[in-house]
Nanobody
Framework: VQLVESGGGLVQAGGSLRLSCTSSLFPVHNYAITWFRQAPGKEREGLSCISGPDGSTYVADSVKGRFSISSDNAKNTVYLQMNTLKPKDTAVYYC???????????????????????WGQGTQVTVSS
C-alpha cells in the first residue's frame, strides 16, 4: 500500500494550505484515511479521519474550526484543508490508511497514539510569523 502526500510548503501566519493524500495502487475510499502531524521534538498528534464508505469525518479538538478533511473519489484523493494557520502548526504532516474496519474510522483513530496500518512519507508545513 502506498500513500503520497503533497501540498505542503511555507505560508505566513493566517494563511491556508490544502494537503492532498493519494495512492496509485488502491482506491483510498476502501480505507479510513487519517492525518497526523509531528513537530520537531514533539509527540505525534492525531488530527482527522475520514471514513471511506460514507465520508463521515472526525477532527481533533485542537484544530477543529480551522482544519477540515474531505475526499474526492474521482481523483482518489483525500484532502486536509488548513485555514488560519499558526506558527505552532509547523510540522511534518502524514496521511495514513486504516485497514480492517470496513473503511470506517475507528473510534480512537485520531488519538495521538493510534497506529494506522499504512503511512505516507510526509509533507513539511512551515508557518512563519
Amino acid at each position: 500500500v502506498q500513500l503520497v502526500e503533497s501540498g505542503g510548503g511555507l505560508v505566513q501566519a493566517g494563511g491556508s494550505l490544502r494537503l492532498s493524500c493519494t495512492s496509485s495502487l488502491f482506491p483510498v475510499h476502501n480505507y479510513a484515511i487519517t492525518w497526523f502531524r509531528q513537530a520537531p521534538g514533539k509527540e505525534r498528534e492525531g488530527l482527522s479521519c475520514i471514513s471511506g464508505p460514507d465520508g463521515s469525518t472526525y477532527v481533533a479538538d485542537s484544530v477543529k474550526g480551522r482544519f477540515s478533511i474531505s475526499s474526492d473519489n474521482a481523483k482518489n484523493t483525500v484532502y486536509l484543508q488548513m485555514n488560519t494557520l499558526k506558527p505552532k502548526d509547523t510540522a511534518v504532516y502524514y496521511c495514513a490508511a486504516v485497514d480492517g474496519f470496513g473503511g470506517y474510522c475507528p473510534p480512537d483513530s485520531i488519538q495521538d497514539e493510534y497506529e494506522p496500518d499504512f503511512w505516507g512519507q510526509g509533507t513539511q508545513v512551515t508557518v512563519s510569523s
